[in-house]
């Protein structure tokens, strides 16, 4: 079942002819999806999600909650759990005060409310804490404070815009660890925001990578990593190497290129990928994907190493291939290894995959 | 896996349009449907704003024009023509207000810095004290501060005639009249102004960039002269600005020290002998001048920035070591001590003495509770108190339940016209008090639409109106500046979970204002209370005010009744500032806001 759909919605801040901070957005999120906005800082995520709370009306465009309408439906009529970055509490009230804010405003009994209260701050393991003023609190527990007071009113759509970028590391990944436990057994459909991709890939159901205002793919994390539609969400979501290779020959659901070996290889690509002979094909491959070797044969290619940098779990290197930079991480990379060496590299067919630019 | 379609195909949605208003209670639910709706239109902020501005216009602008149209209606332009003409009244008043202003802005820029120098960079025994008590002098209400002035330091002054009889002089010795002793009044009252932003810039100051210089081999004094100096000088220009363009508007000072050639006393006295239209023309005048003052500021405060790059080190104060420069340095901090309460001492004093007893002696001989008795059980003296609480209290309800609306407008609501509007309140704080009374005058002495089509000169809501215009942006300046300390997340976090917008503004946003709203409206109830500029200019009989009532009883020479009504207004500020300093953030609002009293 569709729970939220956006439909080419847009939005223009100042004068009509300004670029769109959001443009021709088409997403549609299922009942229970945790799905997230991922892109660089200003790309527009929080602009769309602040149009699905009802703070900012599109420009263009619709926005569904099931089957109803509510593009320009007010924010207090939405029924939508917000997180804020900066997590909003309000300083004059106390914990419990704060959560229980929302009930209020939709007159549960006194009764009831506490006994809700009670149950959400146990939920975010914050039970006891009731009576605490905001400000003795640390980062983490009003973060948890500001999920407990979006998640006690049972809204329709949780809306979690970057809450977790203003903690540190360690605090960072368990709390994402709860977060979607939490949302997992409340059910509640949930938008989240980040620019952090491996938070939206560990967290997520389905990313919709933006930049600048557009939505560049929507996917499973799988996918997104694994068969990236162009080259800046192959380049953001992990590292990729990005090869421009001439095209001889292409198929529906392949393209052949030439390597820089002069050999010919056939590499998967999307069916609208567009590419005639002639033409010249983007190809992403990972640089763990790279393997190293000493022979040469067919799609390997060779090149001269100008960085290398030990990390522990792996060798990076950068290896110039005629002209080319391509990094490589090598798990086991010959010993005495050294910048200046020839090597070859093992580029797998099966490892590439044809990108829009 | 094949392609992955960037957008899902929407087709599996019905397309279903209008929002599904639940059916049951019909009418009134759709109205109010509509009219919350209505807070989050497109239109909203306009419906917020247009009664505000009409306000504004009316009360501010308006009166203005009329103004200007009062000094031009009789003779055309002959009035202004007397501003260029070599000789005559009008040109050296100008002139003198001037000559006033300028002297003011360097006698306090020279006591402001040097203070601000002193008490933030050295350390010395009587310091706190003295950080204490440094506003103590320019928290005085402008008559009584005046007047006190005056009793310490004019030729019939406590200090100048102590000092002939320690002497033994034929005559006072160092006493101060006419300009010298306006002078003195400016600048114990204004020199605040650049102490206040002087300590300021110099506590956000970054010490690491004087080490710099110092690290690079600059001497101390090349330090201050190519590093120091020149971070505090967009502190010391606004400071400057603020100066002169209350110098230009004093008008106490001038009055009791018999300065009449000033464009203040010039519009006081042409009104005082009916002639209104020249007194309209000294007030357009003085009027332009304030204005082009305060988008000067604007200007100035837009473009200026040196803000410390880092931040939590505090500037580091040189303790003073030499057994002789502590000796010295206790005997200033004595001295100034002294010298920053006389003022508030003298006025205690006098209203202890009994009327008519001070005549050729350096103190008063006589001493009685009297003159506090006849206040309050004599009920024609204690009437002007009651009018100035009356007064007073209904002006600041009106500052703070608009004030409060355009700072919530011009902080948090996007709409056209939001820096007019901005504008305009700050239009009503710069212009002089004399120059609101003129403008008052010109445009209500006829009926009005602002008045309803009532006559407002001669009747008692002249008063309160009068107060409304020029303290409404102290409550505007004291609300926008806890404002400025909310996150706007905070009520779009009401609106989330549910808050219509009403609700939103007040269980948060008001809420959260409060401590500033409250500040703010103190200091206008305080200012009110004392206010004596414009009121000398439009009281009625029944009308007059405390300051009012003051300044005639100096005219008579009770001067101890007038000290006991003074001592009076000094207890409430006291009182007033114990209270805003208990309300936490309102502190830092109340002190934003008291930067621009004027
Ligand atoms: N209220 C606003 N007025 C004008 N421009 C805005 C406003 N909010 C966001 N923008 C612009 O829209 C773009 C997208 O911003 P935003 O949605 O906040 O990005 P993100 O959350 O992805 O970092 C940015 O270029 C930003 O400058
Ligand atoms: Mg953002």
Redesign the pocket.
Known sequence: MIDVTLESVSKR??RAGDTA?VDDVDITIAAGEFFTLL?P???????TLRMVAGFYFPSSGRIRFGDQDVTRRPPNKRDTGMVFQNYALFPHMSVAQNVAYGLKIRKVGRAESKRRVEEALAQVHLAGYGERRIDQLSGGQQQRVALARALVIRPRTLLLDEPLSNLDAKLREETRVEIRRIQREAGTTSLY?THDQAEAMAMSDRIAVMESGRVRQIGAPQEIYHRPATSFVARFIGRSNVLSLPVLGAGPETVTVRLPDDSQVSVAAPTDHGLGTGATALVSIRPEHIGLTSATEPGVVTGRVTELEFTGMSTNLLVDVAGEAVQVAAVDPPAGLSVGDQLGLRLPRERMWVVRP | MSTIPATPSPATIPPVTGSPAPAGDGRRRRFTDRFTGGTNSRWFPYLLVLPLALILFGYVVQPMFATFAESVGVDAVANYTSFFTNSGVARSSLVTSLIISAASVLLCGIVGVAMAFLLKRFSFPGRRLIEAIILVPAALPPLIGAISFQLLYSETGILPRGLQQIFGTAEPVLPFSGIAGVLVVHTFTMYPFFYLSAAAALAGMDPSVEEAAYNLGAGRVRVWRTVLLPMLTPALVSASLLVFMTSLASYTAPLLFGVDQTMTMQIYINRTNGDLPMASTYASVLGVVSVLFLLGMRWYEGRRSYRSQSKGVAAHRREITNPLGRWLALGASLLATVVLLAPVATIALVAFSADGSWTTEVVPAAYTMQNFVTIFSDPNAFQPILNSLQMSLLATIGCIVIGVLIAYAVRRLDFRGRGVLDVAVMLAWALPGTVVAINLISAFSTGNAFSFGQVLIGTFWIMPLAYFVRFLPLVFRSSAATLAQIDPALEEAARNLGASWWRAFGSVTLRLMLPGVIAGGLLAFVHGVGEFVASVLIYTSQTAPISVEINNRMYSFEVGTAAAYGMLQVVLIFVVMVVSGRLETGRRASREAAQWTA
Request: with cysteine; net charge positive; charged share 10%.
């Open positions: 801040f100042g901070a892109g800082s200003g790309c527009g995520k929080t602009t925001v």
